[in-house]
């Protein structure tokens, strides 16, 4: 198991978060954004102060290994689609920036967090990097925050046919609470739908 140095991300992580997020769900990022993904997911970061103000980086030996972002009631996510959409205007004529914020809308898994739990909204590991301990260390500081912001529940959301994934999440105590179909995800992506998961911070 590889123990890396975690730290929050800054303005200046936005192009390499970019990569990260495209390399680590690229089932759903290219289908829906296209070949430029990475361009539009760095550039949207880059203007989007709440997804880098609640992402924590992990580093080894100076690279970015992975990430964690988490739901915090500080920080609204208001504009998040304006974001988007000025970044896909930017890349596409219309119609196809219409298009494809459509489909990011659509295979949404649309979890509505309650005031007692901390929601991982999205925890990613570089290929290179997996299978080293990454994803347990980065979902334990989640867990941290949860217990520092007095939640009872740490909650996430997974594509329902990910077993490793699954898995991983079981062995750190998490637990299935219910399971959501979603069409629109199984006609771009493949994946059936999404496994809503929970643990009991202690």
Do not use: C
């Amino acid at each position: 198991m590889t123990d890396p140095t975690l730290r929050p991300a800054t303005p200046l992580d936005a192009p390499v978060l970019g990569q990260l997020w495209v390399s680590a769900f690229a089932d759903f990022l290219v289908p829906i954004l296209g070949k430029q993904a990475t361009l539009i997911v760095g550039d949207w970061l880059s203007i989007s102060p709440r997804y880098l103000q609640t992402t924590t980086l992990a580093e080894i030996e100076g690279q970015v290994a992975g990430f964690i972002m988490v739901a915090l009631p500080i920080f609204s996510a208001e504009n998040e689609a304006q974001h988007l959409w000025e970044v896909l205007r930017h890349y596409h004529p219309f119609l196809m920036a219409t298009w494809r914020l459509g489909l990011m809308w659509l295979i949404d898994s649309d979890h509505q967090a309650t005031p007692n739990e901390l929601y991982i909204e999205m925890v990613g590991v570089a290929p290179t990097w997996r299978g080293q301990g990454i994803g347990q260390r980065l979902i334990g500081h989640a867990e941290q925050i949860a217990q520092t912001q007095q939640a009872d529940w740490l909650t996430l959301s997974v594509v329902s046919d990910n077993a490793s994934a699954i898995g991983l999440y079981q062995k750190m105590g998490f637990q299935i609470t219910h399971t959501q179909k979603n069409w629109f995800l199984k006609w771009i992506t493949g994946h059936p739908g999404y496994h809503e998961m929970a643990k009991r911070v202690i």
